[in-house]
């Protein structure tokens, strides 16, 4: 049987109980549209993932589910953590003045590191580990917490929201460049290869910086 992707549960989860198992169209079609999203976004190709991302929200939007629509966009803003780039709440933030659930607020503010105001209770377990190293700002207790990540796209989530706003290391770049590669991710694997060149050059390692650079150069003449 094929596995029950993550927000196709998140949909059947918030369904009443007794329904059918047969999801309603704009759910279908809004799970379709953000999966499109999330491959195209990961793979690079940005000029066909929004598309997507807004196909699936005016989908969601057809079922009047403000929950869902804000998974939609805490979905694309853990995208964006996990390439290392920054975005804009505004939309999410009137979606949930609507439909005030505070676990989704609590992910919002893990991912802006605005680590805080997270209600440890709240953030999904997978980041647990991750959130305690946060109060020592201690790599090495990241890099364990993180390893431990077992889903791949969390686990580059975490990398991603460590290397913006906390201090980082080497072993916590290679982790995300790892994760990355093995999946096939151009758009956060050269983001992280960029971080990792720059933290040799701070480091004074030339040769590692070059060896980084060059491969990445390499890598962008062969996309």
């Known amino acids: 049987m094929r596995k029950v992707p993550v927000l196709l549960m998140m949909v059947l989860l918030v369904s009443a109980c007794g329904q059918s198992a047969v999801l309603p169209d704009w759910q279908e079609n809004g799970y379709r549209h953000l999966e499109n999203y999330k491959t195209y976004f990961l793979s690079g190709r940005e000029d066909a993932s929004e598309p997507h991302f807004l196909k699936a929200?005016?989908?969601?939007?057809?079922?009047?589910?403000?929950?869902?629509?804000?998974?939609?966009?805490?979905?694309k803003f853990g995208l964006h953590a996990a390439a290392l780039e920054s975005f804009e709440t505004t939309e999410?933030?009137?979606?949930?003045?609507q439909d005030p659930l505070p676990?989704?607020?609590a992910y919002c503010h893990f991912l802006k590191g605005n680590f805080?105001?997270?209600?440890?209770?709240?953030?999904?377990?997978r980041y647990a580990d991750v959130l305690k190293a946060v109060s020592t700002k201690d790599p090495a207790l990241a890099v364990r917490a993180m390893t431990a990540i077992e889903d791949p796209l969390s686990r580059l989530i975490a990398c991603g929201v460590w290397v913006r706003y906390l201090p980082y290391?080497?072993?916590?770049?290679?982790?995300?460049?790892?994760?990355a590669s093995a999946n096939g991710w151009k758009r956060p694997l050269w983001a992280y290869l960029d971080r990792l060149q720059n933290y040799y050059e701070s480091n004074g390692d030339a040769v590692k910086a070059g060896r980084i650079r060059d491969r990445l150069l390499l890598l962008k003449k062969m996309n």
């Open 169 to 179: 290391d080497e072993q916590i770049l290679q982790i995300a460049v790892a994760t």
């Open 57 to 75: 929200v005016r989908e969601i939007a057809a079922g009047n589910d403000m929950n869902l629509l804000s998974l939609a966009y805490l979905t």
């Open 116 to 125: 805080s105001a997270v209600d440890p209770g709240l953030l999904p377990a």
């Open 92 to 97: 999410f933030a009137r979606l949930y003045r």
């Open 103 to 105: 676990a989704n607020m």
